[in-house]
């Protein structure tokens, strides 16, 4: 029984460095697996991510070993705690000899951003927990994983020099059990990986390899001002005086390590990085001028020159670092709500908060939370607390929350977010903060809203949107939506944009960052927010956004009626197509769904559809999709058989009746379907979808063995669920468990407790088998148990819907089985034109953890098979036979009609018990030869 999970918690610091952290997964990656991240990690570009990986170790590792060479030549700090508990650490020299540092960015948070909402007890009754998830953390130093609320949850994968209060307090925020009440993480179940900030870029591209969804980084550089960093009594300035000698030019700069993040984004669509804005604001001496250090070129140097404080004179413009990363979440800090959220003036933005925008006009931060005075655990003793303030605080206090949407979205739908559609979710759904409506460059998009982020995911389908898609070169994505008109109605699309190309370095640069530009409009004159980078404390208006890969749409008063969401882009896009999230809310459909609704392949060539209609009887449309992407009917408009639906889907049938086969398909081909309901009134429900893969031809070979040699699954073998929708949870996988060579099948548990009453299949390669009573089947098999509850077996069937058990199975609940040659034996549904058997998982399909089958083979005794080259028809070539073995006395004999026909030509002499021979097939006994018949001959 293995059930062991891993989530991380992230603080806000300045740093940029890369360190390969070895994959010491085993069992880690397991539990990611168990969660259903191998659909991820297969949708992730891992060789690239570690290509990413590699190289920047060495780079990282290179560079450091040469500023720490510098720092002992020239006298230098190379890691310092200060009695406010910022740490700040050597990281690397800059293209002039600079020493560059990292910096930290140092239950009222849960209730500021409503997460306690979702938690037990909570009002949404949703009692997440975190349970199962795993959460990363980069910060300074080693979390204590011994602390009384992290302990047995807290991987600490690389080896820091020496325990941190501030990774511990980042981590008790993040996923803190609540053995004192005030220091409850908002994932309090969850599990956390943690490292130091050293080679993060290199383990950040590993991790993303192997299916990380979020993690949190709480530091950055050393940007601007800083007080006692140089010389304990005095202010340093950071900036490049040859650039500007008022404004350190990093400030807004899409950099280098910038550029790396939204690489390792790229590569991993469904890890979302939530980076803090940094503690910058109004930063600097009191009064000036006053004399604090600059570096000259070649070292440090006291000056008096006046320089703007860190946010200039407006206070804009003081986020650094992969802060300005596209594809990152990047959190400000405002004060406490303990009361919660009312009205925008209850947000008010913390003095030091990092602000936008950056250079090119982008805004940031994207969101803001709780970073005052958050009590969590510290590394002085495993009982410990300290009260920290800072947007290191605000980030892992949505971080940690974030991981529960991915939990509740799962937990309904069997699958992940794309990080686009988490970061476009919570944009989406943020409270309303600052003096103006939408996005601001202060309080970004507005306050983390758990509450309104987990009902609209809950409401998908329903009243709300929430849909991945792809756009291609040249085209455009339509979707039709219902608008209540009692309240806003509000887009929101959000894409992981390819990584952009650093400029050279200079003061504010307005050359855009954005590679792939996607274009917003609702009924094709309501246009997406837009801010301006020359005048960041104006309102936003609307217009044309060529800047963000954030856009949004809000129709304050639409009419009740319907309206058109178009998606296109600019120019040509980079790789040919760009995927892209939409959420959309202040949209509902009236018309309950025709639940439930199947899809199961009943041929090479036929897939039986099945419903039940609502309950007012209502008519259905059908839709049948090769990709899967499938657009909305129309409110007042007909459908019929090959219409097409706006957005997507061709429509297969319109009608009444509780059945449709669709028919005249390809073999061993997946088909896409959604069903709608409609009423008189020509009212269309949400929806639901189908899967199902079609047959092979039934095979006349025998015997059939599968031993899974590659990654994918064979042809002819396809999936079947009942009762959970349409999730796919068999795999081929590249392991050896069952006790055969790798590849094998892999079946994965769901990851909540659904209870019973559902069934998950894989359907071996269907055959003939006309004239069989009996059929042997042989398997490899290994079970890794976790409770009571589910039932593993073997199944058959003749057509793909009706099902029959076998003999053999075994219950969850008994412990693991090891690596175990299973023969068995099937005796239903035979006698058929397709026979079909099944390896089945019914029940709670969450008491497992893993079944891995292996080795397959499917044999009949007596039944002849004809055909082995120059062997072709002899009776005594055991590869003739179904279970390549002669037949004996005591075996019955069956003759199908065939090219090759058996005669009985060598010796030993020929014998069966009875004798089944088919019209147009016969045996030849050749002279001398004998052939012995002990029961009854049959001419058939």
Not at 361 to 390: C, F, H, M, Q
Not at 641 to 651: F, R
């Amino acid at each position: 029984m293995n059930r062991r999970y891993y989530t991380c918690s992230i603080k806000i610091l300045l740093l940029f460095l890369f360190f390969l952290s070895g994959f010491g997964f085993t069992q880690e990656s397991q539990s990611q697996d168990k969660l259903g991240l191998n659909y991820i990690i297969q949708r992730t570009n891992s060789l690239e991510l570690l290509r990413l990986s590699e190289s920047h170790r060495v780079l990282s590792e290179t560079n450091h070993a040469i500023a720490l060479k510098a720092a002992i030549q020239n006298g230098w700090i190379v890691k310092n705690t200060f009695k406010d508990g910022r740490i700040v650490e050597l990281k690397e020299l800059d293209q002039n000899g600079r020493p560059v540092y990292y910096t930290t960015c140092n239950i009222n948070a849960a209730k500021t951003v409503s997460t306690n909402k979702l938690w037990p007890g909570g009002s949404l009754g949703l009692s997440l927990t975190g349970s199962g998830m795993v959460l990363r953390e980069w910060d300074g130093g080693k979390v204590l994983d011994t602390h009384q609320e992290l302990t047995g949850r807290v991987t600490q994968v690389d080896i820091p020099s020496g325990l941190s209060d501030h990774s511990t307090h980042v981590a008790g925020t993040m996923i803190g059990t609540g053995i004192s009440a005030a220091a409850k993480g908002m994932a309090n179940q969850a599990t956390l990986r943690a490292f130091d900030w050293n080679s993060d870029f290199s383990e950040m591209a590993s991790e993303a390899a192997a299916g990380a969804l979020v993690s949190n980084h709480s530091y950055g550089y050393l940007t601007g001002w800083s007080y006692g960093t140089v010389v304990s009594t005095k202010w340093t300035w950071y900036g490049s005086t040859g650039i500007s000698q008022t404004e350190d030019y990093n400030f807004g700069f899409y950099s280098s390590q910038a550029q790396t993040v939204d690489q390792i984004a790229a590569g991993a669509p469904y890890y979302l990085v939530c980076k803090a804005a940094g503690n910058d604001r109004t930063e600097g001496p009191t009064s000036q001028p006053v004399s604090h250090y600059v570096w000259n070129g070649s070292g440090w140097v006291l000056s008096s020159t006046v320089r703007n404080l860190d946010g200039n004179s407006n206070g804009y413009d003081c986020i650094s670092g992969f802060g300005m990363s596209k594809n990152v979440l990047t959190v400000g800090a405002v004060l406490d709500l303990v009361n919660g959220y009312s009205s925008s003036s209850d947000v008010i933005m913390d003095y030091f908060s990092g602000t936008g925008p950056a250079d090119d006009g982008r805004i940031k931060p994207d969101i803001v939370a709780n970073g005052d005075y958050l009590y969590s655990s510290v590394s002085t003793s495993n009982t410990t607390y300290d009260i920290y303030s800072g947007t290191s605080m605000a980030t892992p206090n949505a971080c940690g929350s974030l991981i529960l949407l991915q939990q509740y979205y799962f937990s309904l739908y069997s699958a992940y977010m794309r990080s686009a559609t988490l970061k476009g979710l919570v944009i989406e759904t943020a409270d309303e903060a600052g003096a103006n409506p939408g996005p601001d460059y202060m309080y970004g998009w507005g306050l983390l809203d758990m509450a309104k982020a987990a009902a609209v995911i809950r409401r998908k389908g329903a009243s709300s949107v929430i849909s991945e898609q792809t756009l291609n070169n040249g085209s455009t994505y339509t979707l039709n939506v219902n608008a209540t008109g009692a309240e806003p109605l509000k887009v929101t699309i959000c894409w992981t944009d390819p990584a952009g190309t650093p400029p050279v370095a200079s003061l504010n640069p307005s050359a855009k960052m954005l590679v792939n530009d996607l274009d917003l409009r609702v009924d094709g004159t309501s246009y997406p927010w837009v801010l301006t980078r020359s005048n960041p404390s104006a309102a936003a208006t609307t217009g044309d956004n060529n800047t963000d890969n954030v856009e949004q749409v809000c129709m304050a008063a639409p009419s009740a009626a319907n309206h058109t969401i178009t998606v296109s882009h600019k120019g040509t896009l980079s790789g040919g197509s760009q995927t892209f999230s939409i959420i959309v809310t202040g949209v509902y459909s009236s018309v309950p769904d025709p639940v439930p609704f199947t899809a199961n392949a009943t041929g090479s060539a036929e897939i039986t559809l099945n419903w039940t209609t609502d309950a007012a009887n209502d008519n259905v449309v059908i839709a049948w999709s090769a990709t899967g992407v499938f657009g909305m009917p129309v409110n007042g408009n007909s459908y019929s058989a090959g219409n097409t639906i706006p957005g997507g889907g061709t429509v297969i049938f319109s009608g009444s009746g509780n059945s449709f086969l669709h028919s005249t398909l390809s073999t061993s081909t997946t088909y896409y379907y959604r069903v709608w309901s409609v009423t008189q009134a020509k009212n269309y429900s949400c929806g639901l979808n189908g899967i199902a893969t079609t047959l092979c031809t039934a095979t006349n070979t025998l015997p059939i063995t599968e031993s899974f040699t590659t990654s994918s699954i064979p042809c002819g073998w396809t999936q079947q669920v009942s009762g959970i929708g349409n999730i796919i949870d068999w795999s081929v996988s590249n392991s050896a468990s069952a006790g055969g060579s790798s590849y094998e099948m892999k079946a994965t548990c769901l990851t909540s407790n659904v209870g019973s009453g559902y069934i998950t299949r894989v359907i071996c390669l269907p055959f003939n088998s006309i004239g069989m009573n009996v059929v042997n089947l042989s398997f490899r098999h290994m079970f890794d148990d976790y409770a009571a509850g589910a039932t593993m077996k073997v199944q058959s069937s003749s057509d793909g819907l009706n099902w029959t058990d076998e003999t053999w199975s075994f219950n969850s609940g008994g412990g693991n089985v090891a690596a175990t040659l299973v023969n068995t034996t099937i005796t239903h549904n035979l006698n058929k034109p397709s026979t079909l058997i099944a390896f089945v998982i019914s029940g709670n399909l969450y008491n497992y953890d893993y079944w891995y089958i292996d080795n397959v083979t499917i044999k009949v005794p007596g039944y002849w098979v004809g055909g082995t080259l120059g062997n072709l028809t002899d009776w005594n070539t055991t590869t003739n036979w179904g279970d390549l073995l002669v037949p004996t006395a005591s075996v019955d004999v069956y003759i199908p009609a065939r090219t090759y026909l058996p005669v009985v030509a060598n010796d030993p002499p020929a014998a069966c018990n009875n004798l089944v021979i088919e019209k147009n097939a016969n045996i030849i006994v050749n002279s001398g030869k004998i052939f012995t018949i002990n029961g009854n001959m049959t001419l058939k």
